[in-house]
């Protein structure tokens, strides 16, 4: 017999969330070696990382000494190693998208400039690791493995420099200034290339010995652009440049570098061809940055989660603790729950808690759809490559396959062709990876300030409990680095139209409304009904004008497709939360250890689910009906008009302005369409022409909203007496 048969009141969360629980939402319960990898980190994170910002190692913008001494620690901890395949001096076999999730996030709840500095070396091998040759990768990338005793070799310390001075490459990536020319090249002989770049924002640039460098040919005989690798002690200028003056990220290296260089051409990455006396590289500098940035990105994502949940704590011990040694004692409400005992304070905190949650698990399962791509996306190459199909003949292939798996979700099958499984992963990656990166940082900075208010003045102070100031400003360069939002909204924009994503969404949208049946409480019936909202709005803008007659669905029309991007991120991640809080339920009952607090915290994470699908529901209303209703002209737009308006809402009954309150479509459409009993005949105010289908899912959503606000009255009890520690685990 459940709690509420037996007249109790249903278990809720005891303890903050335990690392079994986390281990089975995002899904490595069965993986040791990610168990260890967290423990290893976060030793790190809240040892010598949060020792030294507590020493205010922040704050300064020159490499010094101390941070420099983490490098060592990333070694010895193996979190250097992590990125690494085993033969190369890894300990991790197959696809590391996941682990490097994890090791961002351990490191980001205490500081991101920690986790960047730790990440950026990554990025720097990360076009070797992709796109290189293989000698190009077994002396880079293995060169980057800590040093073994009695090894004497240098240690590769990588950066990656595409960014340049402006007005050259930023967000437009294609505007390089970099150039390469041929230095010398003799007869038979591998030619010398003349390399000249200008970074800005470099990170690692402090003490990187290997760059990887974005560059355009400057001379007939190179075709095209490419990235070369760079190392110091080659023969020209290699000038590191002046520290970035950050107000974010401290614990990491950032410079604008100068480099003059001569190099072989063999240091292009991923090799070259030569054709007529031109050289060919094998890739472009944007086949390489896109390959790199779509994995990279999403640990990025991840760092602004783990800002969210590592404020959780110091929020609610500030709460608790505000107003003891005052006139309370010890057992009063007063003194027991301090701020605590007011409404809002919890609120917000539910709020930021929820947001918390639904970024990590977009995040985590971001990562975990790489982990499954990529040795599918290596197949795919290998696959055309014995066939010898590239170009036009790849993409037909491609194109095949994408025509076979919408077949497929038609008819509910599965496939196991190569090809198929690999266009309906890469259809999901390309909407997940910019999602997370836009949606988590953006909203996750958003949602930091809320934490930052809740510590009060502490909270823009450097002693504030959980470095919650520095994380704030922090999640803004999280926001920008790797591609700003723009750029996330950009791709998102293109990949989110893909039919074989719309495809897989629809099935999601019947996943929602069935867990809808089961766990009502989740508020995944919202999430489906402002799916389906939003999948209507997508429909409707690809072939709808505004009121000029100009196309809505356009890529130059940011205003539309922009914001239908960003709505789409929140229905992505509450969805993802909902399924993570599904999986605890389900697997967490077969782990002994979870036995005794596993409902309550289950109770506590749906409750979250339903304020996190909530606000999710509100904002793709709020952004969908400004689209669908925002490109058309109002017929006479004066005070007489809005008063008819006014008048006709008085005049004509809930039901018939609000089609779907009672399901009557046709009391609707005697207002719409006839306009009969309404003075503002053909006006789109509440003569919605043609877009019933719109106002009626509109109006349903906002009926699903039913019991979001006394999810929240729950979720913010139980705020107030779950347990936690008594002090933070890392100094402050
Ligand atoms: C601390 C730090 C570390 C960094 N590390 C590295 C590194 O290691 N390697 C590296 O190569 N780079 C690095 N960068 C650079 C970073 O990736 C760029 O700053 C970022 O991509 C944005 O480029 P930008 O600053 O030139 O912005 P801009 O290109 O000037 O864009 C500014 C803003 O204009 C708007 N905008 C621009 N283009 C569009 C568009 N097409 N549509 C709509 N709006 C648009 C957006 O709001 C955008 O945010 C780093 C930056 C910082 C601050």
Redesign the pocket.
Known sequence: MNALAEGKAPPSLATLPSDDIRQIMWRFADRYELHMLVQSARGVARGPVARLVAAGGRNSHEWTAEKNSLLQQYDESGITAAALEPEQGGYIAGPKNLALALLAFELAWVDAGAA?GSL?GN??LAPIHERGTPAQREKYVAGAAPLKPGESRKQVRA?????EP?PF????TKMLAGKVRVADWTAGGEPLLQVEKR???????GFANVVTA?VDSDDARIKGTCMVILEEGDPGIWDRGTP?K?L??QL?S?NDPVFNLKVPASRIVGGYTLKDGVIIPNFSHSDIIEAVFRRTRVTVGLMTSAKLLSAVEPVILYQRRRFRGGEGAPGTPRYELGIQQKEDALHRLVDIWAAGEASASLGFAAARLFDELDPLEKEKDTFFAEKKLTGRAAFKELNRAQNEALELLRSNKTSDDLLVRFVMLDSLAGVLCPACKLWNTGNGATMMREAVSLMGGYGVTEECPGFLGQKWMDAQ?EA????????Q??QLSVMMANELFLAQFRLWILEMRSLAGERPGTGACALATAMRLWLWTLNHVQSATDADGSKLYHKTR?GVT?PLADALCWLLAARQFILDVVELETKGAANPALADGLDGTVNFFTDLCHVQSARAAGEVGRVCAEIVHGYNRHPVWDEKSCQACYRADELTSLEGVIPGIDGSARAYSDVSETGEDHPCKAGPCVGFGGLEGFVRLRAKLDGCLTGCRLAKDRAAESLTHVMTREALDYPV
Request: glycine residues 10%; proline residues 2%.
């Open positions: 960047t950026a990025l720097g950066a990656f420099a595409l960014t402006i490459v930023g967000v437009e970074g800005r924002f470099i990170t690692n640039m974005a970035t950050k974010v990220h990491s950032t360069l920008t680095y790797e591609g700003p939002e723009a750029v909204r950009l940011q922009f």
